[in-house]
């Protein structure tokens, strides 16, 4: 394994070389959303300047040239996550989306009152509120696995709340807000124990090491391509091909059917039967130039970079006085939350902001992470494969400089 250039790979991110307030951007907030290459950046460019058409449904050259790129990102992605089929690839507007579609096609086909969803204390709202809705709509009911102090969940609690009523289980993969990395493998062999499918929340862990959802053998998998180092708007559902074919459409319109009359209508194939409509197409053909830049990093290299960089973050921010660090989990990534003596989350953000340090202040969408601190909000600093020792070490006189501020 080549160890990154990071000098190199800076080059191909523009919008880092710049400043904020009179110092150099340190850009920190990698977890909401990672800044994108030259290369992707020219992949949008190019289909908007040269190839911009609708696609699947015109038979002259520019449609059919961006039929072609949007297809191949397909492919792009289908060997990026190891999944068999390009079929088992469906484009949505990102992880949250992913979730909703799921959980609406399972809602109308396959619930009934009483059966159970099982989640965890640590999910992201995206992964409670479609769960939630999908209770009040349906009276399906909502199971929580608890984590304890460290950020860790407790499998035990997980066994325990496994049974004949449990029809999903829907993990996050790697914690936005604690950094946890789930044993998911294990939750996924102990759930298919009992026949249970599982849905993964892979929006954190899939821009930071190698995923294989064929190894994994989970049924469902989610991303979104922003935090992938893509553009926005665009996400992808995993799901294996029987769930495909069992599930129905969650949006109807063009290009998800095969034919339509007033009396009936026969959808398409997969994934197409899950595709309504004009899809974001340029945002397909950024993400798979994203997945090729990551391809063309390595997957284990940037999660050995990322690691070391945590790990130097980790020491120097936990040895301040008066911070205290928000998930000790020993299973981490790149994601550090903390919270300093007497100051609130969103003053040591504009703090820092006026330092040209951009990190999340906040409850990161987590607000039951919160609550189980006790705490309203967090500050985090999370990492990217652009990110440098020189940049956590601002960070750390930034923190510092908070701390003389409400001394």
């Not at 709509?137 to 049974?163: H, W, Y």
């Not at 059917?257 to 899950?274: A, G, H, Q």
């Not at 299973?331 to 006026?354: M, N, P, R, W, Y």
């Not at 330092?355 to 999370?382: F, K, L, N, W």
Request: proline share 4%; glycine share 8%.
């Amino acid at each position: 394994m080549n160890a990154l250039n990071i000098a190199q790979i800076r080059r191909d991110f523009p919008i880092l070389h710049q400043q904020v307030h009179g110092h150099p951007l340190v850009y920190l907030d990698n977890a909401a959303t990672t800044q994108k290459p030259r290369q992707v950046l020219d992949a949008l460019e190019n289909y908007y300047t040269q190839d911009n058409a609708n696609i699947h449904r015109g038979v002259h050259t520019l449609s059919e040239r961006a039929t072609a790129s949007y297809e191949t990102s397909r492919q792009k992605v289908q060997d990026f996550l190891g999944a068999q089929h390009a079929h088992e690839i469906v484009f949505v507007r990102g992880a949250t989306e992913a979730i909703n579609l799921v959980a609406h096609s399972l809602g109308r086909s396959l619930l009934r009152p009483g059966d159970e969803i099982l989640i965890t204390e640590m999910e992201h709202h995206s992964n409670i509120v479609p769960w939630q809705i999908l209770r009040d709509e349906t009276g399906v009911k909502l199971r929580i696995v608890p984590f304890d102090q460290s950020g860790t969940l407790l499998l035990d609690e997980f066994d325990k709340a496994l049974n004949e009523k449990t029809k999903l289980v829907s993990v996050v993969h790697l914690s936005n807000s604690l950094g946890t990395i789930n044993p998911i493998e294990e939750i996924i062999q102990r759930a298919h124990a009992r026949g249970i499918p599982v849905l993964i929340d892979g929006a954190q862990s899939a821009p930071h090491f190698r995923v294989n959802v064929r190894e994994l053998d989970c049924d469902f998998f989610v991303l979104s391509g922003h935090k992938l180092y893509g553009p926005t708007g665009i996400g992808v559902l995993y799901a294996k091909t029987e769930w495909l074919d069992r599930l129905p459409p969650y949006q109807g319109g063009g290009d998800m059917i095969r034919s339509v009359s007033f009396e009936k209508t026969t959808y398409n194939d997969l994934p197409y039967k899950f595709e309504a409509g004009t899809p974001n197409i340029a945002g397909s053909i950024g993400l798979g130039a994203a997945v090729d830049y990551l391809k063309s990093l390595g997957l284990e290299a940037i999660a050995a970079h990322e690691s070391e960089l945590l790990q130097h973050a980790t020491a120097r921010i936990s040895a301040l006085k008066g911070v205290r660090l928000i998930g000790t989990a020993e299973q981490k990534a790149g994601v550090l939350s903390f919270v300093i003596e007497g100051a609130h989350a969103h003053d040591v953000g504009t703090i820092l902001d006026q330092e040209g340090i951009a990190i999340r202040s906040g409850h990161h969408c987590t607000q039951p992470v919160m609550d189980h601190y006790g705490i309203p909000a967090s500050a985090r600093a999370s990492f990217g494969l652009y990110n440098t020792v020189q940049e956590i070490d601002a960070l750390v006189r930034g923190i510092q400089k908070v701390s003389e501020v409400f001394a």
